[in-house]
C-alpha cells in the first residue's frame, strides 16, 4: 500500500508511510505543497452497489458517512465507464 499511494501522488518533496496497526498509517509529506495537492484530492471508490444505487444522493450520503461530500463523479457512470463509484470527500486526517 506505501508503494501504491506514494506511486500515485508522486510527492515532490517525498512523504513517509507508517503502519501503526489496526488499519490505519500515519503519512508524513516533506513538502507542504504535496500535503496540500493530496488533501484537496481525496477520492472514494465504492464498489459492489446495486445497478440502481448510482444517484447522486446516494453518494451525498456515502460521502457524508466517511466525512464531507463534496463531488462525484457523474460523466463515468453515466457512460457506463465504470463499475463504481467515485465520490471526493473532505476528511478530517487529524
Not at 31 to 46: A, G, H, N
Request: proline residues 2%.
Amino acid at each position: 500500500m506505501r508503494t501504491v499511494m506514494a506511486n500515485l501522488w508522486h510527492p515532490l518533496g517525498g512523504v513517509s508511510i507508517t503502519d501503526v496497526g489496526e488499519k490505519r498509517f500515519v503519512f508524513q509529506f516533506y513538502c507542504e505543497m504535496d500535503f496540500d495537492r493530496v488533501v484537496k484530492e481525496f477520492w472514494v471508490q465504492i464498489y459492489n452497489l446495486p445497478h440502481g444505487f448510482f444517484t447522486e444522493a446516494i453518494a451525498k450520503q456515502f460521502g457524508d458517512f466517511i466525512g464531507v461530500f463534496v463531488d462525484y463523479d457523474v460523466k463515468a457512470i453515466t457512460a457506463g465507464l465504470r463499475n463504481y463509484m467515485l465520490i471526493r470527500v473532505k476528511v478530517d486526517i487529524r
